[in-house]
């Protein structure tokens, strides 16, 4: 139901719900690892998700406003490799990525051998 047809205290009730961090009530299941992306707030307040669950794969339902889409994690499994920075290493020169959710399939936003971030194959 869009944010436009709740009532007062249901909008309030869920408002606290948001505030404390509680998961919604309808659709609760268990949370996805990640973490959202920033959402621009749309005038429109879209409802595409209420909770985790409600989102297919491995996307999140996030908040921003009253906005609630299913989006991409910025954090994906796994753990970036460790750089030897003893050892001189070769790598992209230049930030490929800011968060895990710029790179492509499973891979992570790292550091490397240069000191700046690429996407790369994770350790599971």
Do not use: H, Y
Not at 65 to 81: D, H, I, M, R, T
Request: charged fraction near 20%; proline fraction near 10%; include cysteine.
């Amino acid at each position: 139901m869009p944010a436009c047809c709740f009532g007062p205290l249901a909008a309030a009730f869920l408002l606290g719900q948001l505030l404390l961090g509680l998961p919604p009530a309808k659709g609760a299941g268990a949370e996805k690892t990640g973490v959202c992306p920033e959402i621009q707030p749309e005038q429109n307040c879209t409802q595409e998700c209420l909770s985790d669950s409600d989102c297919p794969d491995n996307l999140k339902c996030c908040r921003a406003g009253c906005v609630s889409l299913c989006s991409l994690p910025n954090e994906k499994q796994g753990s970036c490799p460790r750089v030897d920075i003893s050892f001189p290493q070769l790598g992209i020169c230049w930030d490929q990525c800011k968060v895990d959710s710029e790179c492509p399939g499973l891979k992570k936003c790292c550091r490397n051998g240069c000191g700046n971030v690429s996407c790369v194959t994770p350790i599971f």
